[in-house]
């Protein structure tokens, strides 16, 4: 599939980035059909254990651990390259739940012991830890109120927990003296239950229960806790939106053929102007929304305060759900008939598209959560 | 010229407070916000006033007398300039003649016209369009026949902005009929004084004289006036499109915009109205993301690469965008978006209904937003004729 994007024309790799992008690259290049994405769809856990270990293999895992905890302490601009690929290979695994999410909450646990027991384990793809912090639907409020910690035990449930069902372990926020802290809770551990919703896209939300479930070791003290959650919220904010542009871009990629090849009225769809003017409006979305994420990248590997994280992360992650929504339901348009079956591959992407778009806070929550971090001047 | 000041070696907060103060303390007052295109005889000696501070062509290299901004601080001057409400001059010098001399003049050209610019000498403006060559531009028909070392000029212009108010005109005229219709094009730099020239002006839907016609008369221009040689003018316009699809795809109409419709919002109480915000965010957002494609390609230029014909995605998104903001002003306005006068705001008077009409060309010149869009299909998609 020929790459659209405008990266090649306007946009500058350094030879190491080059690198990176060409093993992501190849990586999908081995399941052009996406045979792997309908061999774990609705099928528990929804990932693929072996692609897991493969990722590992091929270092992504640790791009946002430093060195020093063991990891390849690269940047925010270089992580994206790999996600932009696994948005368009739609590959079946947990990557910015497990090595974004979790991982960046773990590279902040208070304890540097714990950090050097736990890390490399999660960067060789032997463990992997869920992290449930959410407590009500559209929330994007990293405090616990409704999971509490007493005297060790637990008590409360979290939802919309992703790919839980193959975790090893869980990382869970609770409400306690003090603050939010942050626990490690084993998978088997007693008083836990999880209940699946199957999700669109072939994987699962899990809601967690946890009742007078012992805690493992704390992670984060409650003075801390909050905080740390925003930080890594915020970071896995901005990594969906990379992954969402992979989404859309080959979205775009596959419906752009699609009108050269199809052929009505003795010519290709493509040479009418009612079809061209729409595929050049998804297109402008998607270089919009990577001129973002471009921008994003920068100011997340710059030393830019939580604040101004929080603002660029709202605004990522509303342009990109948008857009990719956009552009998913339009590639459907532009197919036709065929692109409404389960058949045509072209409706995955619209899936992950829906599932992505609304994990970790949709477009509209995050204009309205731009707007209450930087309206105060102008109203 | 070579201003000796590296602007891009301050940082930006500091950069946005020398521009701030310098506009606060030089920018006439009573020209804030203008509704409508300045006339030389209002903006003059603004022009004057800032070409002898060195700030008339902020994205000219430096060794031209530009500022030689990057593309953030590109940014922050004209935020800037739209927050404070400072007018457009007649600058199609600093946008389009000088940027294209610096990429396509011969030297003598460079070292007579450059300087003129800066100096508030020669005020330029474009004669392309043709009552019969709009959207289809290389279909233009004004004639230039060669006699000795002069061409001899006959036809008609339109849509010329502010030619009343400018001494030079940049120009296609065809001196070749056979062949493709793009291959008998050349550019041309005219004195306006020159016998035979007729400007007269256009009434546009804001009531206001913006646009204008030019006639052409038997005109002689030395040949020496052609820039990148005879025949080359489609080369050469396309060039300078390219310098125009940036400037108007820039983020600096649409940031004025947003500003007008913010103090508009502010006077009448929408920003307790959680519909209100919420449209009025997501057309900031527009905005901001407009700026972060921009900067991208900015960084092309300043890197010395080429920009093709995507840049066009710039000013169809900004000139939408622009759009949308004016319509959300008529919204918020109640009954007075249908009057010429306005709101009263802390920012001075916001007219509503000015800037609504006023955003509706946009979308029209400098090639439609259509017509952007079957090249867009054609040069980003490879979608079939």
């Known amino acids: ?32 059909e996406l045979k792997q994405v309908r061999a774990n769809r609705f099928v528990q856990p929804g990932f693929d254990r072996g692609l897991w270990r493969e990722i590992a293999d091929a270092g992504w895992l640790g791009f946002l651990v430093p060195e020093d905890e063991g990891g390849v302490g690269l940047g925010f601009a270089d992580l994206s390259l790999v996600l932009i ?11 910015v739940a497990t090595a974004v999410l979790a991982a960046r909450t773990l590279t902040r646990a208070d304890d540097a012991a714990l950090r050097a027991e736990l890390l490399p384990r999660l960067i060789g793809g032997d463990w992997l830890p869920a992290l449930a912090w959410q407590e009500a639907r559209a929330s994007l409020d990293p405090t616990a109120r409704e999971v509490v910690c007493t005297n060790g035990r637990l008590h409360g449930t979290k939802c919309f927990v992703p790919d839980a069902g193959g975790a090893d372990a869980f990382i869970v926020s609770a409400a306690e003296a003090g603050g939010t802290a942050l626990y490690l809770v084993e998978r088997d551990a007693p008083g836990v239950t999880l209940a699946f919703e199957q999700r669109v896209d072939g994987g699962f939300f899990a809601e967690i229960r946890f009742a007078d479930t012992p805690v493992g070791k704390q992670l984060v003290a409650p003075e801390r806790g909050a905080a740390v959650l925003a930080a890594a919220l915020d970071e896995a904010r901005f990594a969906v939106s990379a992954e969402l542009l992979g989404v859309m871009t080959r979205a775009l990629e596959i ?8 052929v009505q009225f003795d010519k290709p769809i493509g040479s009418f102007q009612a079809l061209q003017h729409k595929a050049v409006d998804l297109f402008i979305q998607s270089e919009v929304s990577r001129s973002v994420v471009l921008q994003t ?34 590639a459907i348009q532009l197919h036709g008939g065929i692109g409404y079956t389960d058949e045509a591959n072209i409706g995955l992407y619209l899936k992950k598209a829906m599932v992505l778009g609304a994990w970790l806070g949709s477009a509209s929550a995050h204009r309205a959560r731009y707007a ?5 001047g102008a109203q | 010229m070579n201003q000796s000041i590296d ?12 521009v701030h103060d310098w506009m606060v303390a030089n920018y006439p007052e009573e020209l804030r916000f203008p509704p409508e295109r300045m006339h030389w005889e209002q903006c003059g000696r603004w022009y004057l006033k800032l070409a002898e501070k060195g700030w008339l062509a902020p994205g ?60 508030g000498e020669h005020i330029w403006c474009q004669g392309y369009s043709e009552p019969g060559a709009g959207s289809d531009l290389a279909s233009l028909r004004t004639s230039a026949v060669r006699d000795g070392d002069h061409y001899v000029v006959n036809g008609h212009k339109i849509w010329t902005t502010l030619a009343m108010d400018a001494n030079m005109i940049f120009m296609l005229v065809r001196t070749q009929n056979t062949g493709k219709k793009q291959e008998g094009i050349t550019f041309l730099l005219v ?6 020239i007729t400007v007269r002006p256009i009434i546009n839907l804001g009531m206001h004289d913006e646009f204008a016609e030019v006639f052409f008369d038997d005109v002689r221009v030395p040949v020496a006036n052609v820039v990148g040689g005879e025949n080359n003018g489609w080369t050469i316009a396309k060039a300078l499109l390219g310098h125009e699809r940036i400037f108007i795809g820039s983020p600096k109409f649409a940031t004025l915009a947003m500003y007008r419709l913010q103090s508009l919002a502010r006077a009448v109480g929408l920003f307790d109205d959680p519909l209100f915000v919420s449209r009025y965010t997501a057309l900031k957002l527009d905005v901001e993301d407009l700026g972060a494609a921009y900067r991208r390609f900015v960084a092309v230029l300043k890197r010395g690469g080429h920009i093709g014909a995507e840049v066009s995605m710039l000013k169809i998104w900004n000139t939408e965008t622009q759009q949308r903001i004016t319509e959300l002003m008529l919204e918020a306005a109640g009954e007075s978006a249908g009057i010429w006068g306005g709101v009263a705001t802390a920012d001075g008077p916001v007219r509503p209904a000015g800037e609504f009409i006023g955003s509706r060309p946009t979308t029209i010149y400098g090639g439609s937003n259509e017509v952007q869009r079957n090249i867009l299909a054609k040069a980003a998609l490879g979608l079939p004729g």
């Open chain 1, 1 to 32: 599939m020929e790459d659209i994007s405008l990266q090649a024309k306007i946009d500058v790799l350094s030879e190491e980035q080059v690198l990176i992008q060409d093993s992501a690259v190849a990586f999908i290049a081995r399941d052009p």
């Open chain 1, 85 to 95: 690929q696994l948005g368009k290979g739609l590959v079946p695994v947990p990557f």
């Open chain 1, 255 to 262: 419906s752009v053929d699609y009108l050269k090849q199809r």
């Open chain 1, 297 to 330: 990248a920068a100011l997340f590997d710059g030393d830019a305060d939580a604040e101004r994280r929080a603002v660029a992360a709202s605004q990522v992650k509303a342009r990109c759900s948008d857009a990719a929504l956009k552009i998913g339901k339009d």
């Open chain 1, 372 to 376: 209450e971090l930087t309206l105060g």
């Open chain 2, 7 to 18: 602007y891009n070696a301050l940082d930006d907060d500091a950069f946005r407070r020398l």
């Open chain 2, 60 to 119: 000219w290299p430096r060794e031209y007398g530009g500022m030689g901004l990057d593309a953030n601080k590109l940014l922050i001057f004209m935020d800037v300039c739209e927050s404070h409400g400072v007018g457009r001059t007649p600058d199609q010098g600093m946008t389009m003649v000088g940027p294209l001399l610096i990429q396509h003049g011969s030297a003598e050209q460079k070292a007579y016209y450059l300087p003129r610019i800066l100096a």
């Open chain 2, 191 to 196: 004195p306006l004084d020159t016998p035979g």
